[in-house]
């Protein structure tokens, strides 16, 4: 069975600075790779993924992640945060054998200070 | 593109009583829609899969028998929780995916409460 950790249950930053969250996952196949964003009030959104190829992902309001496949991580990043980064960001897995099964991790709540 | 809907956002209802809730793709076919289930600070948790024209598969520890899930057409699928519970009070979430790469699109939830 897959699972997905991540490390940082919250995070508090100033507008500016740079983001990085964790994301590991345990699963021995191939899988695709989601970042998932929750902005207070609305619905889940998706960020970013990787299916195959560059593992440096580029995805929306300049987020990026990359996936090391020999660390089993998929970690998130951003240069340079914004106030309106302030949100639940969730990283997600699935098994090319799942037909779109994902597993969450538990969240990261980045709130950014002003 | 690629919307998907929830009907009601929120409901409350008296202990014992049966609650639906609607998952529509507004303007995809879905072949496949999961249902989810997240506690206030907590992760998503699936509860079951659903594929149109056949039966949900459940993940280990929800009952089906509880929480009946029907997908009759390629853009609707509804979770009815049976005998409501206080302990069912939760907020649930429904994503679909038309099979292009397991991109999953998500409703915006409902927020069911059991007094």
């Known amino acids: 069975a897959q699972s997905v950790s991540q490390h940082n249950h919250h995070v508090i930053l100033s507008e500016a600075a740079s983001l990085e969250l964790g994301c590991n996952y345990s699963?021995?196949?191939?899988?695709?790779l989601f970042w998932y964003v929750q902005y207070p009030g609305q619905h889940l959104q998706l960020l970013l993924k990787?299916?195959?190829?560059?593992?440096l992902v580029k995805g929306i309001k300049g987020f990026e992640a990359e996936f090391i496949k020999s660390k089993f991580s998929f970690n998130l990043r951003k240069p340079s945060v914004q106030w309106s980064d302030t949100a639940e960001y969730f990283c997600?897995?699935?098994?090319?054998?799942?037909?779109?099964?994902?597993?969450f991790g538990d969240g990261t709540t980045l709130t950014v200070k002003p | 593109g690629a919307v998907v809907s929830q009907h009601p956002s929120w409901v409350i209802c008296k202990s014992g009583t049966s609650v639906k809730i609607e998952c529509r793709s507004l303007?995809?076919?879905?072949?496949?829609m999961f249902w989810y289930r997240q506690f206030p600070k907590q992760s998503l948790m699936l509860m079951a899969t659903?594929?149109?024209?056949?039966?949900?598969?459940?993940e280990q520890g929800v009952e089906k028998d509880k929480f009946l899930i029907n997908h009759a057409s390629l853009t609707l699928s509804t979770l009815t929780v049976t005998s409501a519970h206080p302990e069912d009070s939760s907020f649930y979430i429904c994503?679909?995916?038309?099979?292009?790469?397991?991109?999953?699109?998500f409703g915006p939830g409902t927020r069911l409460t059991v007094t």
């Open positions: 994503s679909a995916t038309s099979g292009r790469a397991y991109e999953q699109y």
């Open positions: 659903s594929n149109e024209g056949s039966k949900a598969t459940y």
């Open positions: 997600a897995v699935n098994a090319n054998t799942n037909a779109g099964k994902s597993t």
């Open positions: 303007d995809f076919q879905a072949t496949t």
């Open positions: 699963y021995g196949g191939t899988v695709n």
């Open positions: 990787y299916f195959s190829g560059d593992p």
